[in-house]
């Protein structure tokens, strides 16, 4: 709302300056101190609008009890009750209407009403008398300010409403718009996932064929070389170790193309969390610590339990080889209207944001030594769930990966309804 209120007050500060230059000019009363009052009343309603402070609830209050001072000086110093500038008034009631709610917008104009009938103190009653007439225009004055102040909180709080549903729509759509990102990012990475899974399909099965040829060679090799040729030997013997691990490669690219046959059942998916943790603690690289806080609201729900183990394995793993030694892991879970939320958060060095948008593409890894499908496989396995998986990272100060998984049986994959 800060922009409008800016708005407003760049356009109508020239308004209020215009105004206190007429009153000041045309008004029934000339004096250096009348002049001087309906200026100040002017430049302070443009000074309002400018700082934040005078936004806050305290603000509006100290800008209506202000501007409610300024206009009594000006009515006290222009003949009291009987001021001209009465009409004045109408400047702190409409300042508390539109500021305040309609309690608080008739509680300042009691306020008003009762400081004009206070300057009836001021008349010396053994000198002067008010006529039938004038006390009916008295009432009528206050009356007057009573219907502005109210009015005006109406047609205040009707804009302070359709703001509030403006606010709720432009929020619908900025999820919307967020939901719809993370579609069309899940969309380019099951076509890349799918191509890649066919072009790797194919590429393993044409290599099988000469990694067998190889690996028969080598051993042939090593059975009839000489026992003098040691070296020959030795690279034989290479060269078989090689093909072995790149047949292993292959395996895992075979696999990783394979479609995915999701078995769902029902089941805790604590249960499952807490077994890939224990497979985590047989074969972590480094000394870290896994904290659990599990939410008692999860109910059992449907999901593949080997799968998903493998999913949380994989981050977990992920976790661990990227946080320093003696540090620690914690895995939290927590359910929201029919979706479960699984959260991993590790205290290592991050992600760079460049990488962010590419790490569950296959193949895309930062590790000397990795393959870059871990990542990618859990992408298409929580894909496979219906569910979808997401990423925040700060360079220095550790990750947190989000898999959320649907739990109604109308959503979930395959298995038992």
Same mark, same amino acid.
């Given at each position: 709302?800060?922009?409008?209120?800016?708005?407003?007050?760049?356009?109508?500060?020239?308004?209020?300056?215009?105004?206190?230059?007429?009153?000041?000019?045309?008004?029934?009363?000339?004096?250096?101190?009348?002049?001087?009052?309906?200026?100040?009343?002017?430049?302070?309603?443009?000074?309002?609008?400018?700082?934040?402070?005078?936004?806050?609830?305290?603000?509006?209050?100290?800008?209506?009890?202000?501007?409610?001072?300024?206009?009594?000086?000006?009515?006290?110093?222009?003949?009291?009750?009987?001021?001209?500038?009465?009409?004045?008034?109408?400047?702190?009631?409409?300042? &508390?209407?539109? /500021?305040?709610?309609?309690?608080?917008? @008739? !509680? =300042?104009? $009691?306020?008003?009403?009762? #400081?004009?009938?206070?300057?009836?103190?001021?008349?010396?009653?053994?000198?002067?008398?008010?006529?039938?007439?004038?006390?009916?225009?008295l009432v009528f004055r206050v009356l007057i300010l009573a219907f502005l102040g109210y009015l005006t909180?109406?047609?205040?709080?009707?804009?302070?409403?359709?703001?509030?549903?403006?606010?709720?729509?432009?929020?619908?759509?900025?999820?919307?718009?967020?939901?719809?990102?993370? &579609?069309?990012? /899940?969309?380019?990475?099951?076509?890349? @996932? !799918? =191509?890649? $899974?066919?072009?790797?399909? #194919?590429?393993?099965?044409?290599?099988?064929?000469?990694?067998?040829?190889?690996?028969?060679?080598?051993?042939?090799?090593?059975?009839?070389?000489?026992?003098?040729?040691?070296?020959?030997?030795?690279?034989?013997?290479?060269?078989?170790?090689?093909?072995?691990?790149?047949?292993?490669?292959?395996?895992?690219?075979?696999?990783?193309?394979?479609?995915?046959?999701?078995?769902?059942?029902?089941?805790?998916?604590?249960?499952?969390?807490?077994?890939?943790?224990e497979e985590l603690e047989r074969h972590k690289p480094s000394a870290v610590s896994v904290y659990r806080?599990?939410?008692?609201?999860?109910?059992?729900?449907?999901?593949?339990?080997?799968?998903?183990?493998?999913?949380?394995?994989?981050?977990?793993?992920?976790?661990?080889?990227?946080?320093?030694?003696?540090?620690?892991?914690?895995?939290?879970?927590?359910?929201?209207?029919?979706?479960?939320?699984?959260?991993?958060?590790?205290?290592?060095?991050?992600?760079?944001?460049?990488?962010?948008?590419?790490?569950?593409?296959?193949?895309?890894?930062?590790?000397?030594?990795?393959?870059?499908?871990?990542?990618?496989?859990?992408?298409?396995?929580?894909?496979?769930?219906?569910?979808?998986?997401?990423?925040?990272?700060?360079?220095?100060?550790?990750?947190?990966?989000?898999?959320?998984?649907?739990?109604?049986?109308?959503?979930?994959?395959?298995?038992?309804?």
């Amino acid at each position: 709302m800060g922009w409008r209120q800016s708005i407003q007050g760049s356009t109508i500060a020239p308004a209020w300056l215009l105004f206190s230059v007429l009153m000041a000019v045309l008004g029934p009363n000339h004096t250096p101190v009348a002049i001087s009052l309906l200026l100040a009343i002017g430049i302070f309603q443009i000074v309002a609008t400018r700082p934040p402070s005078f936004r806050s609830t305290r603000g509006q209050l100290a800008s209506f009890a202000i501007t409610l001072v300024l206009c009594f000086l000006l009515m006290y110093y222009t003949g009291g009750i009987g001021s001209r500038y009465y009409l004045m008034l109408f400047v702190p009631v409409t300042t &508390a209407a539109l /500021a305040f709610s309609l309690l608080g917008t @008739l !509680a =300042a104009t $009691g306020v008003v009403c009762g #400081g004009f009938l206070s300057f009836l103190a001021f008349i010396n009653w053994e000198h002067q008398i008010i006529e039938a007439e004038e006390k009916r225009e008295l009432v009528f004055r206050v009356l007057i300010l009573a219907f502005l102040g109210y009015l005006t909180n109406q047609l205040a709080e009707g804009r302070r409403k359709e703001a509030r549903k403006a606010q709720a729509v432009a929020d619908q759509l900025a999820d919307a718009n967020l939901h719809l990102m993370e &579609a069309e990012a /899940a969309v380019r990475r099951t076509e890349r @996932l !799918a =191509a890649i $899974g066919q072009l790797s399909a #194919g590429l393993a099965h044409e290599l099988r064929n000469p990694l067998g040829t190889i690996k028969a060679s080598a051993e042939m090799l090593t059975r009839n070389v000489a026992s003098e040729g040691a070296i020959a030997k030795e690279m034989a013997e290479f060269i078989s170790t090689e093909v072995d691990r790149t047949n292993t490669l292959v395996t895992r690219f075979l696999d990783f193309a394979r479609p995915l046959a999701v078995r769902a059942q029902r089941g805790d998916i604590t249960r499952t969390i807490d077994r890939a943790v224990e497979e985590l603690e047989r074969h972590k690289p480094s000394a870290v610590s896994v904290y659990r806080n599990y939410s008692p609201d999860v109910a059992p729900f449907l999901f593949d339990a080997d799968l998903m183990e493998r999913v949380f394995y994989n981050l977990l793993l992920n976790a661990a080889q990227a946080s320093p030694p003696q540090s620690s892991i914690t895995i939290k879970t927590r359910q929201q209207d029919d979706t479960v939320e699984i959260a991993i958060i590790d205290r290592g060095a991050g992600i760079d944001p460049m990488h962010l948008e590419s790490i569950f593409n296959p193949f895309f890894t930062t590790k000397s030594q990795g393959v870059g499908l871990g990542l990618a496989v859990v992408s298409r396995i929580v894909d496979e769930h219906g569910g979808r998986i997401a990423v925040e990272s700060e360079p220095g100060s550790g990750s947190i990966f989000r898999v959320f998984l649907p739990v109604s049986a109308s959503r979930a994959p395959g298995g038992e309804r």
